[in-house]
Every structure is written in C-alpha cells, then in structure tokens.
C-alpha cells in the first residue's frame, strides 16, 4: 500500500511539472484516476532487493507513461468510450489531442529512462535496451491481436503468441530497472522476464474473464471484448473446443465479426452463455490460476529473496489476479 | 544524390528485415515512396566530418523512423488523406492499423539507437538525451500547432513558438549523430542546433507557401493548411497586417474555422487571394530567404569545414528551400 501511495504522489508531481499548452489538460485527464501500479511494483521490488529508491521510481514512472501511452491507442483502436469511470481521453479531448498526449507520454517516458544519471552509463544503456525491446515487442503483441479479430482459425496457441508478446514482458518490465540498479546477473534477470511470461498472461486472461461481468469502469457495459471482436482465451477456447457445434461456431463468428455499435445484448449474451456451455470460462479461470502458480514458483526460487517478500508477493498476485474488477 | 541513394538502401534493408505479422504491410505502405531525406542527411554530414559510416548510417534511419511516425500521426490528426501521391496509412489500412505501424517505428527507432554498440556508452547516453529531447520538443510544437488552430490572436510570435519546437530542432537531429561520432565538443553541437533553428523554419515557412499551389503529391490539391485552419505564416502575417480590414480578418477566421470537408474551393481561393494582396506571401518567401542565408552563416563559420562541404551544403538547403514542390 504505501508504495501505492508514493507511485501515485510521483505521477502527481510528474503532472505538475508539465505545464505545456496544449499538452497539460489532456495529461490530467488521461492520468488522473489511474492506478499507478506500475511505479507502485518497481517501488516495492527496489526495496526487496535493495536498489537506490530513486532510480527505483523514476523507472517505475518511465514505464508507467509508457502504459499510458499504449492505454489511449488501444482505446482509439478498439472504439472504446469508457476507461476508469471517465470517457476515454479521444472521446472527451478528439483523436488529435489524445495522439499528441500519447506522443508525449512515450517521448517524456524515454526521456526519463536517459535521466538516470545515478548509474553508470553501460546500466543505462542497457536498460534503454530492455525498455526499447519491451515496447517494441508489445507493438508486435498489438498486431497479432488486431490480425487475429474475429479470427475463426484463431487457436489457443495464436493466443500465447498474443499475450506473451503484449503482456508478458511488459508487466515484468516494471522490475527489470531496480534488478539492474542492484547489479543483478543475467541470468536473474532472466528469471525476472520468465515470471512475466506467467503473471502477465494470468493478468490477461482474468482481464478476459472480467470483460464478460460488469464493474470494470465501463459504465456497466459488458462484453466489450466480444463486440470488439478480440481474440480473447474464451474465444480461442470456443473454437478450438469439440463441444462447440459448427452451428455454434458459426454463430459465434458473426456476433465477433459484426460491428460494435451494431452488436446487440441479445448477442452478447448469447456468446456468454456459449463460453460458459463448452466450458471456456473454467478453462480460462483454470488457466489464470495454473500460470499464477507457477510464477509464484518462480518468485519463490529467486535467490536471496526472504519470506516477507515471498508473502508479499503472494498479495500482489492476489490482487493482480483474483481481482473481482 | 550518393547519400540519399545509401538512405533509400537502407530503408529498404529495413523494411525487408521486418516480417511481422501485422505489420510488414502497413510499414511498405508507410515507408515505400519516401525520400529518406534524413539518412541521407546524416551520411553525408558525417562523410564531411569523419564520422564513422555505419554509426552515421544508423542514427540517421533512427531519425527517418520516428519522422515516419509523426507523419502517420499528422496526417490522422490533420485528416489528411493524401501524401506523396497515395492515400495515407490511415486511409488505405484504417487507423487501428496505422497507430500501431507508428508505434513500432517509434519503438524501433529507440532500439535503433540503443543498438549503436560502436560508440562509447556515454556517448550512447548522451544521444538518447538528444534524441528524447527533440522528441519530446517536437511534440510541444506540434501542442502549440494544435492549440493555435483558427485562432485570430495567433502572431508571428507564436509561430515562431510553434516551428522552433516542431521543426527547427528535428531536422539538426539528423546532424547531431555524426557530429557526437567525431567527439565535437559541446559548443559546436550548439551551433548545430542553432543552424537548424533557421534551416527547419525556412523550410517550414517555404511549405506553408506552397501549399497553395499544386503538385505536394496531395492529388493536386491545393490550400489543404487552409481547410485545415492551420496555424501557418501565412495566417500570422494576414491577422497581424494593418492592410487586413476588419471585415477581411472574420471572413479569414470563418473560412478557418470551418471543418475541413465543409471548405468550398471558392473559399479557399478567397484566402489565397487575400494572402497576396496584403503581402503575406512575399513576407513568407522574404522570411524563408532571410533564415536560409542566417544558416549558411552558421554552417560556413563552423570550424574545419571545407570550401566543398560548403558548396555542398548550399545545393542541399537550395533543394531544401528553393524547392517548387
């Protein structure tokens, strides 16, 4: 909790340097209301291992204005309104404003990552390369999701392709900085990106889940995922599945494939009741929890880690993962 | 003409080596047609100074990718439908597709200049804070283009605001590589900088111009920063002039404010008409002549630089600048 409240009091002070015309209400409105779980794991995880608090944040911050660059993109893709409670920043600023705050977002983000001038120069660039290869392989993540829209040959392998590349890495970027601060081996960090390899995909497929409740700041809407057409784990699993019937399948590929203003709750609920027939659902819960376990077990097996931490964690994936919202 | 031969090589070796999934479409699209002005620009700076070619090479595609980026985002915030005689990404591929071909190339362009092994980590360092820098000053120009749209207060002023930030700086990244690659100390980078305060404006100024006449490969076209209400010189110089009636200067902020599709070509050639008859487009042409000739000073007190380079250096801000299209 209190590295929480730090991440959100550094996003503040981050808001209240940027006093750019044209720049400073978009970046309220896209910022305000966030989580700032990002700097809020770097924080804590800078303390477990001992890295310098500072750098600590000021990585978490970098990667947290890179997330919210990628969060007004992916909302003017998908056409989604609603984010946080709030109207998604394209719709209440327009599509030039909200592009140009994302463009300053992600030049401020690597502008930061070149400020960390408290360790040596060889760590810094090697850092550039972890954030520059991350955001470069969630780019590709985000293509392979918008190649796999309503996608009837979209398999559940298609979708670990998806969700490794856009998720996985990202999520574990966040404490790839304080590793390197405290001079962590190679082969560490490699551990590091393996456990986002699992967490960050767990995180995904809950999100999946989540989309077909209400409550996740959508104003009440649910199956957005479905009017979107995504290539969501429930989807994947529908296709795949032999107890969905052709009739079901190709019923399920024209709800996907119609547009999302024209898709109705009728259909949506249907393509609900579908996922919880042929048993997506339990396979994607069942999912979610097997990939937390075993990033737990590769949380557990980090040398020099204590038992506090090991709890700890264990809160943060339970947050991250057995979410309601 | 040898550089920007090498720049359109190695923009193509680029493209090719991208194969993604998502992607390698949107990027030949995006790239395919360009002039790679930039690497060229690089190489051949960095030949005058004995830069090392691949390093000179490198930074100049970074600078060409993030210079694609912008222009994806340009055209979808200005609407516009046409460049280099074909439609934009946003048009031919939609804008889901085009943002995320504009992320990637950020995020290549980023790892492209992490990936400059061959030059020290500080140095490395010290070019990330160049690039992030004019990056992040590109996009407050581009804030203040936002910003100042339709706008009857906007003044020479602000538009000196506007173009410092979003063009001036950019187009002396370019330089700034080589010039970092062949160890120049501060106070000449500096100059560099200065040089291209005056190149990119003349270049600015010499566009604003133009577009009111055909041929921007726009599909002929003509008066497009008009429909778009843009902030140009043009529009400075019309509201500030004390030969603009009262009359003139609401009929000019109507035809501005206007959205773009609802402009009629009458319009548009009322503007046109009134830019010359209060002497607007002479300022333009006089104000692109005045900054070109301040660079030449600029370039030809650098220290070191060759009766050649100078000459060379004259054709290049000539094709710059004096061009008809």
Redesign the interface.
């Known amino acids: 909790l209190e590295p929480l409240n730090r991440a959100k009091e550094i996003l503040a002070e981050t808001l209240h340097s940027c006093q750019?015309?044209?720049?400073q209400e978009g970046l309220q409105a896209q910022l305000a209301g966030g989580k700032a779980l990002r700097p809020a794991l770097s924080i804590w995880w800078g303390k477990q291992i001992g890295a310098p608090p500072f750098l600590s944040e000021q990585w978490g911050l970098a990667v947290e204005l890179l997330h919210n660059a990628?969060l007004i993109?992916d909302d003017?893709?998908?056409g989604d309104r609603w984010r946080r409670g709030r109207p998604t920043l394209w719709v209440s600023a327009g599509?030039?404003?909200a592009?140009?705050v994302a463009?300053?977002l992600?030049?401020?983000a690597?502008?930061r990552?070149?400020?960390l001038t408290d360790t040596?120069?060889?760590t810094?660039?090697q850092l550039?390369?972890d954030?520059?290869?991350t955001?470069?392989t969630?780019?590709?993540g985000?293509?392979?999701d918008?190649?796999h829209r309503a996608d009837p040959e979209f398999t559940i392998t298609d979708y670990e392709q998806i969700i490794r590349n856009k998720t996985g890495r990202y999520l574990a970027l966040a404490w790839i900085g304080p590793a390197r601060f405290a001079a962590w081996p190679q082969d560490r960090i490699d551990a590091l990106w393996q456990l986002g390899d699992e967490l960050g995909p767990a995180f995904q497929i809950r999100d999946d889940v989540l989309d077909l409740s209400p409550g996740k700041g959508r104003g009440g809407e649910i199956g957005c995922d479905i009017r979107e057409g995504k290539p969501s784990i429930l989807v994947a699993h529908a296709f795949q599945s032999a107890e969905t019937t052709p009739e079901q399948k190709s019923r399920l590929l024209q709800v996907l494939e119609k547009p999302r203003e024209e898709t109705t709750p009728p259909e949506v609920d249907w393509v609900v009741r579908l996922f919880e027939d042929v048993g997506s659902i339990t396979f994607g819960n069942d999912e979610a929890r097997r990939r937390r376990s075993k990033g737990s077990a590769i949380f557990s097996s980090l040398p020099g880690i204590s038992s506090t931490s090991v709890s700890e964690f264990e809160s943060i994936a339970s947050y991250l993962i057995d979410r309601k919202v």
Chains 1, 2 share one sequence.
């Open positions: 750019e015309v044209g720049l990628f993109h003017i893709e998908d599509i030039p404003i592009l140009n463009d300053f992600i030049a401020e690597y502008r990552v070149a400020s040596s120069a060889e810094l660039v550039l390369r954030f520059s290869e955001h470069r969630t780019v590709i985000q293509a392979l918008l190649h």
